[in-house]
């Protein structure tokens, strides 16, 4: 589904990225760990497109992110970890600007977000100009917008962040559905226990490499430590 292949990338005198390669397979949800400045956040954003790398490539669901970028983006979902949003739209409108921009037929909008946006207590706001969004506020519409076109990944940056309690468990439920559905999802995160609860596997990135990936079993067998996936993280990045 997702298939990273030696990602590097530099800025003026920092390397951010240090031939990164990882696969996320379909039906998987894959934690992506590391420290602050790691390089979690540039592997996502040039997993979304959103930036080149000095090398490598991206495939998603076997189209090239350089070569082939549309049919690449249409099937991909993008939570990014700052909103990018119009201030000027209602929060509706930027619903149906985004299915307008994935060519999502009218008599299919409402089934594809209705209940997301119940899921995530948004109805009230939904006339709102997302302007005068909360932050919070503003990373749920991006999600229910990354959702929307019923993509087969899902890249999420930091997802739960601005989420209240209620919100971070929806999270949980749609992440889990959205898998157990075939699709795949590749999420970065600080909460660690969140990520041992919901992952089928997790990767491990430190000063742009990677240092570890696997299942928790795994990960416990490298890194010598019988705990939790924070025990472990804090082993292996120490």
Known sequence: ??????????????????????SVPAGTITAFLGPNGAGKTTAIRIMSGLMEPDAGDV????????????????????????????????????????????????????SRVEHLIDAFDMRPSMNEITGGYSLGQKRKLSLIAALCHKPKLLLLDEPTLGFDPKAIRELGHIM???ATAGGSILFSTHILEMAEKLCDFSVII?????????????????????????DIFLELTS
């Open 206 to 230: 430190s000063k742009g490499k990677i240092i570890a990936t696997g299942t928790i079993a795994e990960l416990r067998q490298k890194s010598g430590r019988d705990g939790s996936l924070e």
């Open 176 to 178: 889990k559905e959205f």
């Open 59 to 110: 495939e998603i669901c076997g189209h090239s992110i350089s070569r082939d970028p549309f049919s690449a983006k249409s099937k991909l979902g993008y939570l990014p970890d700052q909103p990018m949003i119009y201030d000027y739209f209602t929060g509706i409108d930027y619903l149906n600007f985004t299915m307008d921009i994935f060519r999502t037929q009218k008599s299919e909008r409402a």
């Open 1 to 22: 589904m997702l298939k990273i292949n030696a990602l590097s990338k530099r800025f003026d005198k920092i390397r951010a990225l240090d031939d990164v390669s990882l």
